[in-house]
């Protein structure tokens, strides 16, 4: 009887039987319950994780502005362009498809690989391509890789202006320069749009939304394109001539601050940016301060004047050439006697110019460089750019102010000491320097100096041309009013004799001043002085640029 029983239960026992079936009621009931607790408790929480993995947000940007020229010529534009998306998920044989989607890219086959083998999600595999690899790619209808189209950057002019102008990364924001100071206006402000993510994680639209986009706004800069681009030609060849590390040029309107041309050697191609060396993206005419050397001795002079301590014609003895002062030795570049405040300026007097620092007195001196605006931004708000140095001198310090007053010591950009001449060149008042056209036209900066001190300086540097230390910047047309600089470099703690800043500042025309121009060229070789390294840049550049701007001849 309980054999027979027991093959009806399929060979278990009773008890057995009772045990599963308590067994499966209670796995059951625990089903049930999780069920129940899922669909009545946790239905919110779930349906909110679903949502997610199955909806995603796309952030859609306008096309970005375009930076312009003064002129309106075009110095940064944004076109379509289409970049290789992969879903490794979708592909079989990825190391065929990484071959074939190498040679339609031209790029190593192993490169393209590491990009598909790398986890399961849809991602970038080559950015910005060319319209011809696009079309391969297109050709080659390879599972799992699509094309999307994005706005990439251009720069039609290259690595003209291109350390002022900047760049913008993969994303479309800007990095540097003019790309980063006028970032928002340039992005515009995009919207977000929800899709739905399929099993592969390819993105669908849900509808057609009406999306709020406030479109980007262009930017006219203050850069005029045919004064930058003769003016890097200019300093290239300069560069290369005297063997220099580099060069830099800065000009500005001195009436209203505009910006006109600016050049740096080496420079970069921000089509490119990724390629390019770091140091090469500095706009070193704003973040990069050196010391002056002679070109301060304008400011020195103007002070003296201001404060009533000197005038023209007040002579001081050069002491032949080298002249103690404590325990240092002052020396000119050519010995000479007695020279008129005029003749010191003239020929560029160290020893004068530290006679003449003792009259204004170390506080005057000191605190009429900061007026000048040295040791503070210019105001131009260029994205790093920095104040340089104006340290203090107190009264006994007979070396430091003989330095200051002959521009060591200190440490300015060529943007700052642009704008300090061109407080000569308007009549004495400030002046920021502008980067943008359609900004509002500055108001009248403050007073640093009188009109007649200003003019009085202008006549002293316009002196410097015809017969000084600055010939090689003379024009056949125009009266040129200019400084030239050599400073020694510092060196491992000391002033080196072999390494030099080559500098000119000029202005013209004198008698109705339109162009300010800084030339700098770091460590020239063979030849150093500014007069002969960097003021016959400023005449070429000049010569261009007052014909450009203004073409009618100055009355000498």
């Known amino acids: ?135 391969r790619v297109r050709e080659l209808d390879l599972p799992g890789i699509r094309l999307r189209q994005e706005h990439r950057r251009y720069y039609p002019n290259g690595s003209l202006a291109a350390a002022h102008i900047g760049f913008t990364g993969h994303d479309g924001k800007g990095l540097e320069g003019l790309e980063l100071l006028f970032d928002r206006e340039l992005s515009g402000r995009g919207a977000t749009l929800p ?152 020929v560029s007097s160290n020893i004068g110019s530290a006679k003449i620092a003792n009259r204004l007195g170390s506080m005057r001196l000191v605190d009429g460089m900061r007026r000048f605006g040295f040791g503070t931004p210019t105001g131009s708000l260029f994205p790093g750019e920095v104040e340089g140095i104006v340290r203090d001198v107190r009264e006994a310090q007979a070396v430091e102010r003989a330095n200051l007053a002959f521009g060591q010591g200190l440490t300015v950009t060529a943007a700052q000491l642009a704008a300090a001449g061109s407080i000569l060149a308007n009549g004495g008042r400030m002046v920021t320097p502008r980067l943008r056209l359609d ?16 003019r009085s300086v202008l006549e002293m540097m316009r002196a410097v041309v015809e017969s000084g230390t600055g010939r090689a910047a003379a024009l056949p047309h125009h009266a040129v009013a200019g400084k030239t600089g050599t400073a020694q470099k510092v060196v491992d703690g000391r002033y080196s004799n072999e390494s030099y800043v080559a500098s000119f500042m000029g202005i013209v025309p004198v008698s109705n001043p339109r162009l300010v121009m800084v030339v700098v060229l770091d460590e020239p070789q063979k030849i150093h002085t500014g007069g002969r390294v960097a003021a016959p840049v400023f005449r070429e550049v000049a010569n261009y640029a007052i014909e450009h701007l203004d073409p009618q001849p100055e009355g000498i």
């Open 439 to 454: 900004s509002p036209p500055p108001e009248p900066g403050k007073r640093v100096i009188s009109e007649e001190t200003a």
């Open 195 to 346: 899709v739905l993510r399929d099993a592969r994680g390819w993105r669908l639209l849900l509808s057609d939304p009406q999306i709020a986009v406030r479109s980007a706004r262009s930017v006219r800069s203050t850069l005029d394109l045919g004064l930058t681009d003769h003016a890097a030609r200019v300093l290239e060849t300069a560069v290369r001539r005297y063997n220099a590390r580099r060069g830099s040029l800065f000009a500005m309107d001195p009436r209203n601050g505009d910006v006109l041309a600016l050049a740096e050697v080496p420079s970069f191609d921000p089509n490119r940016f990724w390629d390019q060396s770091p140091d090469r993206f500095l706009a070193r005419v704003f973040v990069d301060a050196f010391e002056p050397g002679s070109t301060l001795k304008p400011f020195t002079v103007a002070l003296a004047l201001e404060a009533g301590v000197v005038q023209p014609h007040v002579e001081f003895d050069c002491e032949g050439g080298l002249w103690r002062v404590r325990n240092r030795l002052i020396r000119d570049y050519r010995p000479y006697d007695v020279l008129s405040v005029h003749d010191i300026l003239r």
């Open 1 to 135: 009887m309980r054999l027979s029983q027991r093959r009806r239960n399929g060979g278990l026992a009773p008890g057995r039987l009772r045990l599963l079936g308590r067994v499966g009621i209670l796995g059951f009931a625990v089903l049930l319950a999780r069920a129940a607790h899922l669909q009545i408790y946790d239905a919110e929480r779930l349906k909110h994780i679903a949502e997610n993995q199955s909806r995603a947000v796309v952030r859609l940007e306008p096309p970005r502005g375009e930076i312009l020229d003064r002129n309106g010529r075009r110095l940064a534009v944004s076109a379509p362009v289409e970049s290789v998306e992969v879903s490794p998920e979708e592909i079989e044989d990825r190391r065929r498809t990484a071959r074939e989607l190498a040679r339609a890219l031209n790029r190593p086959a192993r490169e393209i690989f590491e990009r598909l083998a790398r986890g399961s999600s849809p991602r970038w595999v080559r950015r910005w391509i060319s319209p011809r690899a696009a079309e």
